[in-house]
């Protein structure tokens, strides 16, 4: 039986592997496992939000959904993507959130975020940062951040209960988060879940409805927000997920 170890080196072999595709200019679609249906990486965005971003920054997206989108970014606020991959969103977030603001990006995978930083190198960005750690230990202060994102990342930990509450912590009294992500549908058990997909490809290790809803409720935040976006597979949704942490005393 794979251990929590394995299971995170299996994750971060996976995506190493994505990053140097990428960075080679090889990443087709064989090359990834793709647990997001019709629409995934870089197919949930639209032209428009992309932008002038050339298309190999674009490709650097394995996620779900579109993050950006669900989190409303306003001028001069500070956000941070958890496992930020090649730095799609990072980049993204950074154009919504202005010079004044502050984008940062958080990845465990050395080779994700040497993409990432030749991405931003790239976009000609300055607005942003992206720190090496992991989403259940986030190495930044409390309450310093105003809004976090994340796509498709989530349902990759082994330690979901630490992830939402390290999300809690370093939000500032009143902050959201604007995340997309695999759920299961609340009939399936997780050995059901665990049988249809491995967690590197986003099904084994994702949460049911009801689960994320008490996890985020757990951590303390409020306002919690879990709409399906798209299906994925039998019993399995992308899904659009907003909280708000209270604006008073936690």
Known sequence: MATKEDIREEVRRHYSQFALALRAKDARDENRESCCGPKAGSDCYDRTSLGELPDEIARASAGCGNPIAVAELCEGETVLDLGSGGGLDVLLSARRVGPSGQAIGLDMNDEMLTLARENAARAGAENISFLKGEIEAIPLPDESVDVVISNCVVNLSTDKARVFAEIARVLKRG????????????????????ERGSFAGCIAGALSFSEYEAGLASAGLEQIEIEPAHRVGAGFYSAIIRARKPSGAF
């Open 175 to 194: 902050g959201r988060i604007g995340v997309t992500d695999i759920v299961a549908n609340d009939a399936l058990s997780p050995e059901q879940r665990a």
